[in-house]
């Protein structure tokens, strides 16, 4: 899922994010609240209406922010106090409010209201913050009635397993439309995330998606499949092509370097986006130097294409019987460096 935080995947248009092969978006609960307000989105007719996006659409909680934000925020037991990063004024975020404001914007997927702890945090710390998130899931699950909405449930516990394990088999209780692994890609080494997702697939239920947040490199995401997981969101392919860097494979590519100034070869010869269709490597190069922000647009449209094309190869790979062997070096320590 593209990251769209302000109901806008940063520097592309609905349109050209369509062609991409992009299923669904993900926006921001907490800063949509603060600018424009969910008022003005749901007087709009909800999300989709408002940017022309008409295939799903998933809203996080506000969750993440009490991480993010850890500055201008303090947690209690009712919620979480906000300093608005824009203009200094109070934000109260609860469990209830969050999930009014994700019904009025509209979204098919609403995320439960969390407490996201960060990786340096205690074990008794992070025990707090489990306990936090399932009151505030009871609280969340009690206030949605929105029918048309799906609400999907978090897990927490961040490196410690028992915790992991208790908050899987608490949140799976509420039998929810879907449920997401949060607490990740928060400061830790990547392979405690990796044990945290083998360690909950066996315990989380087989019937419903399962969300694995903020997670969008490839072999991350080829583990976490493995493992049982179907969704993920990442800001990176579009962070990365603000900075002038194209996904090649699984290498980054920066555009800036002069060995692209005379390079007249697509940026991928494999790939059928837009960009790498009708635009050499040169011009790319050009564009980037030039700070021109059509190459930031081409350079994003060619690196959630990237992620597209993965993963939609991965469920063809599934669909064909083949993921283990066709997968098999994503899966290993090494990194891969085949096609696919």
């Known amino acids: 899922m593209p990251v769209g935080t302000l109901a806008t995947v940063k520097g592309v248009t609905t349109q050209q994010l369509q062609r991409t092969g992009a299923q669904m978006i993900l926006a921001n609960t907490f800063h949509l609240h603060l600018q424009p307000g ?10 989709h209406s408002f940017m022309g996006w008409h295939d799903p659409i998933l809203t996080d909680s506000g969750g993440f922010q009490v991480f993010s934000l850890a500055k201008l925020s303090r947690v209690d037991e009712d919620g979480v106090s906000f300093k608005n990063p824009r203009n200094g ?13 994700q019904m009025a914007l509209g979204a098919d997927i ?28 009871e609280k969340c699950v009690a206030v949605h009635d929105m029918s048309d909405q799906a609400l999907f449930g978090i897990v927490q516990g961040g490196c410690f397993s028992r915790l992991r394990e208790e908050s899987a088999r608490f949140v799976s209780t509420f039998n929810l439309p879907g449920i997401a692994i949060g607490g990740v890609s928060v400061g830790e080494p990547v392979e405690e995330m990796h044990k945290i997702v083998r360690q909950l697939g066996p315990l989380l239920p087989e019937n419903c998606p399962k969300y ?5 490199t490839l072999r991350e995401i080829a583990i976490a499949v493995a493992n049982g997981i ?3 969101d990442c800001v990176l392919p579009t962070r990365l092509g603000r900075h002038g860097t194209a996904l090649i494979r699984d290498e980054r590519w920066n555009l800036r ?3 692209f100034k005379n390079d007249y070869e697509p940026l991928d010869a494999t790939c059928l986006c837009e960009t790498c269709r009708n635009h050499t490597r040169a011009y790319l190069h050009h564009l980037i130097r030039s700070e021109e922000l059509l190459g930031l647009t081409l350079l994003s ?4 294409t990237h992620l597209m094309r993965f993963t939609q190869s991965i469920g063809q790979a599934i669909a064909e019987g083949c993921f283990s062997e066709d997968f098999a070096p994503w899966l290993r320590n090494s990194q891969a460096r085949h096609t696919w």
């Open 38 to 47: 969910e008022q003005v989105v749901g007087a709009a007719g909800g999300l």
């Open 89 to 101: 004024s109070p934000v109260e975020l609860t469990p209830e409010r969050s999930m009014h404001i």
């Open 110 to 137: 609403a995320m439960a209201f969390d407490h996201c702890p960060p990786y340096q945090a205690s074990e008794s710390e992070v025990e707090d913050a489990c306990r936090r998130t399932h009151k505030w899931l």
């Open 212 to 216: 694995l947040m903020g997670i969008g």
């Open 230 to 232: 179907d969704l993920f």
């Open 257 to 259: 370097n002069a060995r």
């Open 301 to 304: 449209i060619h690196n959630i």
